[in-house]
């Protein structure tokens, strides 16, 4: 008996409408979460090469198609990276977003377009400084996405090359792209 009301406790607590199949509800969604160093950005052709595993993160509020937020670009170092001269360690690069949202009228398949401007975050930024001087300029981008009915989200960009996957709605839009190795 105890099995059967633990069971009915459980079912009636759950909301499954409001998560998609990962269990990931859109209003809930967090970009970081998840987000590790690869093992496979340790070495380049069996060579300890200094680099790091990287994502890019948008989190942005939207407030009647004005849209507010930071993008950055997380790095995991890798072993190589932290014992090197360069003072490698992990680290971000930020930038402060402002811009648009619209629907899709040039991306077939696309539910909204987010043009915006990216302002290089300097003070919130923590990598090492010749990093940031090389990767940290200010940006124009327009990302164009592709709404799921449950709020999920593909994130692409103009040239139809995926930039990560997240979620949009009426007050929010969010994407973490795949890891990539950086080598230094």
């Given at each position: 008996?105890?099995?059967?009301?633990?069971?009915?406790?459980?079912?009636?607590?759950?909301?499954?409408?409001?998560?998609?199949?990962?269990?990931?509800?859109?209003?809930?969604?967090?970009?970081?979460?998840?987000?590790?160093?690869?093992?496979?950005?340790?070495?380049?052709?069996?060579?300890?090469?200094?680099?790091?595993?990287?994502?890019?993160?948008?989190?942005?509020?939207?407030?009647?198609?004005?849209?507010?937020?930071?993008?950055?670009?997380?790095?995991?170092?890798?072993?190589?990276?932290?014992?090197?001269?360069?003072?490698?360690?992990?680290?971000?690069?930020?930038?402060?977003?402002?811009?648009?949202?619209?629907?899709?009228?040039?991306?077939?398949?696309?539910?909204?377009?987010?043009?915006i401007d990216a302002?290089?975050?300097?003070?919130?930024?923590?990598?090492?400084?010749?990093?940031?001087?090389?990767?940290?300029?200010?940006?124009?981008?327009?990302?164009y996405v592709q709404?799921?009915?449950?709020?999920?989200?593909?994130?692409?960009?103009?040239?139809?090359?995926?930039?990560?996957?997240?979620?949009?709605?009426?007050?929010?839009?969010?994407?973490?792209?795949?890891?990539?190795?950086?080598?230094?």
């Amino acid at each position: 008996m105890r099995i059967l009301t633990l069971a009915l406790v459980l079912t009636a607590c759950t909301d499954e409408s409001t998560t998609d199949d990962t269990g990931t509800s859109p209003d809930t969604f967090d970009p970081y979460a998840g987000l590790a160093a690869q093992p496979g950005c340790e070495e380049v052709s069996g060579t300890a090469t200094p680099g790091a595993t990287g994502y890019f993160v948008g989190d942005f509020s939207i407030d009647d198609g004005v849209v507010e937020g930071v993008e950055e670009w997380v790095l995991f170092a890798n072993q190589a990276w932290k014992d090197s001269n360069d003072e490698g360690a992990d680290c971000s690069l930020k930038w402060d977003v402002f811009g648009t949202i619209s629907e899709a009228d040039s991306c077939v398949g696309c539910t909204h377009e987010i043009a915006i401007d990216a302002s290089f975050d300097g003070e919130g930024s923590d990598c090492v400084q010749g990093l940031e001087d090389a990767e940290g300029s200010d940006l124009n981008v327009i990302y164009y996405v592709q709404a799921s009915s449950d709020g999920t989200a593909t994130w692409e960009f103009q040239s139809g090359t995926t930039l990560g996957e997240g979620i949009v709605n009426d007050t929010r839009a969010a994407y973490v792209s795949e890891s990539a190795c950086k080598w230094f």
